[in-house]
């Protein structure tokens, strides 16, 4: 993966209506990385660092800052079969308009922020650091290749979390029964779907041990 090109994959949208996804984090090269790149098209490719800002909360809503400049944030809804469902939101550019500070310190169980900690990223996290010890931000970079059938997006990705490498797939699907359907097609479904919000939160509370082998307790979720 050294040495790609950028290719321009689809900007994200200010607000989605749910997307079914299936992420999983093998320790070798799995037999799907040469079925995705063998038989679905090439569309984008990116290096990029993300900061995520990794509370308890984390597996159920995901805020980071993409690129480390704009503030997301994703919300799990119900879960169907195997998949997790989650709805995405961008707020845009800084400097961020105080209705936007209140609700990230609602997501992330704060009790308060200043006004002016939406007035730059730096100043974001440094608020955070002095008055929200509970809230971690975690770079994570990335270097991915992305893939697209239609609705179907799959995601080959490299990423280095607090200096140790790490490999993850992932399938994104608006369908779900089109999303298993790959999940099968791609022979990952023995795997557990851990998506950045169950690994960053174990992750960064074991900051300090070793990072491979970890075990992950995914959150209890109601199925239909």
Same mark, same amino acid.
């Given at each position: 993966?050294?040495?790609?090109?950028?290719?321009?994959?689809?900007?994200?949208?200010?607000?989605?209506?749910?997307?079914?996804?299936?992420?999983?984090?093998?320790?070798?090269?799995?037999?799907?990385?040469?079925?995705?790149?063998?038989?679905?098209?090439?569309?984008?490719?990116?290096?990029?660092?993300?900061?995520?800002?990794?509370?308890?909360? !984390?597996?159920?809503?995901?805020?980071?800052?993409?690129?480390?400049?704009?503030?997301?944030?994703?919300?799990?809804?119900?879960?169907?079969?195997?998949?997790?469902?989650?709805?995405?939101? *961008?707020?845009?550019?800084?400097?961020?308009?105080?209705?936007?500070?209140?609700?990230?310190? !609602?997501?992330?169980?704060?009790?308060?922020?200043?006004?002016?900690?939406?007035? *730059?990223?730096?100043? =974001?996290?440094?608020?955070?650091?002095?008055?929200?010890?509970?809230?971690?931000?975690?770079?994570?970079?990335?270097?991915?290749?992305?893939?697209?059938?239609?609705?179907?997006?799959?995601?080959?990705?490299?990423?280095?979390?607090? &200096?140790?490498?790490?490999?993850?797939?992932?399938?994104?699907? *608006?369908?779900?029964?089109?999303?298993?359907?790959?999940?099968?097609? =791609? &022979?990952?479904?023995?795997?557990?779907?851990?998506?950045?919000?169950?690994?960053?939160?174990?992750?960064?509370? =074991? !900051?300090? !041990?070793?990072?491979?082998?970890?075990?992950?307790?995914?959150?209890?979720?109601?199925?239909?």
């Amino acid at each position: 993966m050294e040495g790609f090109q950028l290719i321009a994959d689809t900007p994200p949208r200010q607000v989605d209506q749910g997307r079914f996804e299936f992420r999983v984090w093998p320790r070798v090269w799995p037999h799907a990385v040469i079925l995705m790149q063998k038989y679905w098209p090439l569309v984008g490719a990116e290096r990029r660092s993300d900061v995520y800002l990794v509370t308890t909360r !984390s597996p159920l809503c995901l805020v980071k800052l993409r690129g480390g400049t704009l503030l997301e944030r994703k919300q799990r809804g119900r879960d169907i079969a195997a998949l997790q469902c989650w709805t995405h939101e *961008s707020f845009g550019p800084f400097p961020l308009a105080p209705p936007v500070v209140r609700a990230l310190a !609602s997501d992330l169980q704060v009790a308060g922020l200043p006004p002016d900690a939406g007035r *730059s990223p730096g100043q =974001l996290v440094t608020c955070l650091r002095t008055q929200a010890t509970a809230v971690r931000a975690v770079p994570v970079r990335k270097s991915r290749l992305i893939f697209r059938k239609d609705d179907t997006r799959l995601e080959i990705c490299r990423v280095v979390i607090a &200096g140790r490498p790490r490999l993850t797939l992932a399938i994104e699907d *608006s369908d779900p029964d089109r999303a298993l359907k790959t999940v099968d097609a =791609l &022979g990952i479904g023995h795997l557990p779907n851990l998506s950045y919000g169950d690994v960053l939160g174990t992750a960064s509370l =074991l !900051s300090q !041990s070793r990072y491979e082998g970890f075990q992950i307790e995914q959150p209890q979720r109601n199925t239909p």
